[in-house]
């Protein structure tokens, strides 16, 4: 069974600080990863996925498939990234699934000004 | 840019009773999920659902609930007989294959079981 975890319930940080926040998975296969974030009265949406290897809003995350982690990260943190953010696994292709996502317990993170 | 809907936005209902809750998916997705979240709890996986068919459920979506796509457009969540326990956020989902895309979520359907 696959497990999702994020230990940090609140993250508080300042403007201009660097943020991370973790995500440790478990799973035996192979699988997709990836970060969704939702701002106060919005819907849940993507941020980002392991296997886009991109940068949005300046977060990058990195899949450590040793340490079982994509922990999310930011160099210089806005007040506009204050949000929930969630991280979440899906089975990858060849394996059996018909697309559950796995979330993991999400993060507040508050930037204060 | 297309978006998945729920309606209503908020339902209340008493224990017993039965609550259908509504969603339409993005028109050329081919894959529905449902979610739901317990207030302070994480988002959990109910059930998957493709070609008319529940693909995969959870150890919670139980013999109280049913999926639905009753046309062309919607895909519903049936409770048949509502609990305490049942209330929560509910969000509907849905991508186009179920793995390499992107699963959009809906605004949510908070359930208040009184």
């Known amino acids: 069974a696959q497990r999702v975890t994020q230990p940090e319930k609140l993250l508080s940080v300042f403007k201009g600080a660097p943020v991370e926040l973790k995500c440790n998975y478990s799973?035996?296969?192979?699988?997709?990863l990836f970060w969704y974030v939702q701002y106060s009265r919005q819907r849940l949406q993507l941020l980002l996925r392991?296997?886009s290897r991109e940068s949005i809003k300046g977060f990058t995350a990195d899949l450590n498939k040793g340490e079982t982690s994509f922990h999310l990260k930011k160099p210089f943190a806005q007040e506009e990234d204050s949000a929930m953010y969630y991280c979440?696994?899906?089975?990858?292709?060849?394996?059996?699934?018909?697309?559950?996502?796995?979330f993991g317990q999400g993060t507040i993170l508050t930037v204060h000004p | 840019e297309p978006e998945v809907t729920q309606t209503p936005s908020h339902q209340v209902t008493q224990m017993g009773q039965e609550v259908i809750l509504r969603c339409v998916p993005i028109?050329?997705?081919?894959?529905f999920y449902w979610y739901r979240q317990i207030l302070g709890q994480k988002v959990e996986f109910l059930v998957s659902?493709?070609?008319?068919?529940?693909?995969?459920k959870s150890e919670i979506f139980d013999d109280q609930f049913s999926v639905e796509r009753p046309d062309g457009s919607n895909f519903t969540l049936k409770i048949r007989s509502t609990k305490l326990e049942d209330s929560a956020m509910y969000f509907c989902?849905?991508?186009?294959?179920?793995?390499?895309?992107?699963?959009?979520f809906g605004p949510g359907t908070r359930l208040t079981v009184t």
């Open positions: 989902a849905s991508s186009r294959q179920p793995s390499g895309y992107e699963q959009y």
């Open positions: 979440a696994l899906r089975v990858g292709p060849g394996g059996t699934s018909y697309g559950k996502l796995t």
């Open positions: 028109s050329n997705h081919l894959y």
């Open positions: 799973y035996s296969g192979s699988p997709e």
């Open positions: 392991h296997i």
């Open positions: 659902f493709y070609n008319n068919e529940i693909s995969e």
